[in-house]
């Protein structure tokens, strides 16, 4: 059998044209700007200005040389979840059973594209609140959805207009993006605008993607999750981790 040879072309046509048409992190070329200047505070990724505490640290290290590097279940350590429910039971009043409604993931990131690829087919749209984290857009498109944007604005200090939220609405959305507090704008959502949220979402049948990774930097009031309001938990992908409140990059 004779293999036809083909003109020498560039490893990039075997990319896909999805994947061509993503634009660059914007993020991470300011990044790199900043990186290379002395003396500059870098306010461009998500991350906070302290160093990872040694207890954690050293816990680490100590499970590494004890052995623990295996294969885990495929929805993480049973006891990281049982430690982490009570957490969220005792701090934010969602009660998540360990062992059939919560999953590790290696970071927020892994667990927002797992979801998006749980539910969208091609041509579903994800409502995405603006300005929001570079990624999301970029997740939805990746998996042949189609995000559309709610803007908001600095003037009404970021806040969500659920009437907008509504008229965004079409047959083929599948589900709403939530990041608060926000990056990078650091806007909550008070719990009347949430109740709002959450009544639509009933109503037109739509499932809530909840990002409250910043949940710990909450300055004025208390943090308040979507997913604890009546009848929303069923409906809600709650999105969590340590990444920001623990440096755990």
């Known amino acids: 059998m004779k293999l036809k040879l083909v003109e020498k072309q560039s490893p990039e046509v075997l990319l896909s044209k999805t994947g061509l048409a993503i634009p660059p992190s914007g993020i991470r070329e ?44 495929n929805r993480g350590l049973l006891e990281l979840r049982e430690m982490i429910s009570a957490g969220l039971s005792a701090e934010h009043g969602i009660s998540y059973d360990p062992d059939t409604e919560m999953v590790i993931t290696m970071g927020v990131s892994q667990g927002l594209d797992l979801t998006l690829r749980s539910i969208l087919d091609p041509g579903d749209e994800v409502i995405i609140v603006e300005p929001c984290y570079v990624s999301y857009t970029a997740n939805v498109t990746m998996l042949h959805g189609i995000p559309v ?43 009347k605008t949430l109740e709002a949220i959450a009544d639509i979402a009933m109503r037109h049948n739509l499932l809530i993607i909840s990002d409250e990774i910043y949940s710990a930097f909450t300055y004025e009031g208390d943090h308040f999750s979507i997913a604890a309001l009546p009848g929303m938990k069923s409906r809600t992908v709650y999105l969590n981790g340590f990444s920001k409140s623990h440096a755990m990059t």
């Open 30 to 73: 300011f990044f790199d700007i900043v990186y290379a200047m002395p003396d500059c505070i870098s306010l461009g990724v998500g991350e906070p200005d302290f160093t990872t505490p040694w207890r954690i640290s050293d816990s680490g290290i100590f499970a590494i040389k004890d052995g623990s590097t295996h294969y885990t279940a």
């Open 149 to 191: 944007i709610v803007s908001t604005r600095a003037a009404n200090r970021f806040s969500i207009d659920p009437e907008e939220l509504k008229r965004s609405i079409t047959p083929r959305t599948k589900a709403v993006l939530l990041n608060y507090p926000s990056n990078p704008t650091g806007a909550t959502i008070d719990r």
